[in-house]
């Protein structure tokens, strides 16, 4: 990303930015006003050789507090070149970090997970998108898990083995008040609601199913092999999920009645939890690589199926799924003492957070909402024909 393109993310995304840089005259700083769209350059004195030296980043949002960035970028470079690249590239990715981290993450999205920190029950949790506000909603003796938002960020879904053993899905509100159980027979697993906010697909034994809401108009959409873990598409569509029909476990893709049913996956490698960018270009997943460890890989919804390794180094990494806003994506990964915590990445696999650096237990399975991208409750949706809602673009594409 070069530094004009730079200074335009900012400008959309409403940041005043002072930076030190290293510019085609030398070191400066550049103060940039979102008010007035302009920025002006000061001369800078201290830190001459910033290319082994410190690159400084302050990045300001709108009503929040100021947070300072510090980056030591050390070591030669291979080619004199290239050197002023190297460090707008450096730079260009600390404000990706700061806008993620610190800006889009804090403005009001949730993340729900599962955690067993408390006695080793497996519970509810829900926190901000910045992993904030951490709280409890689930407090039983059974294994609580597989949360899932409504689109609205008011209910969530979830499996519970909390009836005689038996996993069946619930609802509850975001505060984990009114709980339901929607299904009575079987085995039901990982709910995910539609972005209409009117039904919800699942697992029930073997196969992928619908229902409402409230657990009725139950219809199977597959019906051969093992299949699980149903993921929809953001424009409701079409669904992704995981089949073990021709042999190994592998990512497809169906029409939202089960039709056209597609594998998007085929080197046999073990798969599992498919998620859909908010852009609907890119599926994330979960994968074993030649080195036997999971990694996150994102392969493309449709057409000629590119696949791109997000991940590469151990330990185990799973259960990818993508921030509201396309940039960021958050995972589980195994931590030590055989625990597992939840983490952010870039949606170019670049490492920014964990979240809740100690304590007992293990955090897992995030799914991530923004309760204000719902304009409107699901009952007062109507459908017009003025025109298409312009989906957010992702950095893969």
């Not at 300072?68 to 730079?91: A, E, P």
Request: aromatic residues 10%; proline residues 5%; positive net charge.
């Amino acid at each position: 990303m070069k530094y004009r393109e730079v200074v335009k993310r900012m400008k959309r995304k409403g940041y005043s930015c002072y930076e030190i840089n290293r510019g085609n005259r030398g070191s400066h700083r550049s103060w940039y006003n979102p008010e007035t769209g302009k920025y002006s350059m000061l001369p800078y004195h201290g830190n001459k050789d910033i290319d082994k030296g410190l690159l400084c980043s302050l990045i300001k949002a709108k009503g929040e507090i100021s947070l300072g960035f510090f980056y030591s970028f050390r070591g030669k470079m291979s080619i004199k070149v290239g050197r002023c690249l190297t460090t707008v590239i450096v730079f260009s990715l600390l404000i990706q970090m700061q806008f993620t981290v610190n800006g889009y993450a804090a403005r009001g999205t949730k993340i729900a997970f599962t955690s067993t920190r408390h006695n080793g029950f497996s519970e509810i949790y829900i926190m901000d998108g910045d992993g904030g506000n951490q709280v409890r909603l689930t407090y039983h003796a059974g294994r609580d898990g597989g949360a899932s938002w409504s689109p609205d960020g008011r209910r969530i879904a979830f499996v519970s083995n909390r009836d005689r053993g038996y996993d069946r899905i619930y609802v509850m509100d975001a505060d984990g008040q009114n709980m339901k159980r929607l299904t009575k027979d079987s085995t039901n697993r990982h709910p995910a609601w539609s972005p209409d906010g009117g039904r919800i697909a699942f697992t029930r034994n073997t196969q992928i199913c619908v229902m409402d809401t409230d657990g009725k108009n139950l219809v199977p959409l597959t019906h051969i092999g093992y299949n699980s873990q149903p993921a929809w598409s953001p424009d409701g569509t079409r669904i992704a999920f995981v089949s073990h029909r021709d042999g190994g476990p592998e990512i497809y893709v169906m029409d939202e009645n089960g039709d056209n049913q597609e594998r998007r996956t085929g080197n046999k490698a073990v798969k599992s939890a498919p998620a859909w960018s908010p852009d609907g270009r890119w599926i994330a997943y979960s994968s074993l690589d030649l080195q036997r460890v999971f990694q996150i890989y994102v392969v493309r919804s449709e057409g000629v199926p590119l696949k791109k390794k997000l991940t590469r180094k151990p330990p185990d990494k799973f259960h990818p799924v993508w921030s509201p806003d396309g940039d960021t994506i958050a995972y589980t990964s195994a931590v030590a003492f055989g625990n597992t915590r939840i983490h952010l990445m870039s949606d170019k696999g670049i490492f920014l957070k964990q979240f809740r650096e100690v304590g007992n237990g293990s955090d897992l399975s995030p799914d991530w909402v923004d309760p204000a991208a719902w304009s409107v409750p699901p009952a007062e949706n109507v459908v017009t024909s003025w025109g298409k809602i312009k989906k957010p673009r992702s950095a893969l594409q």
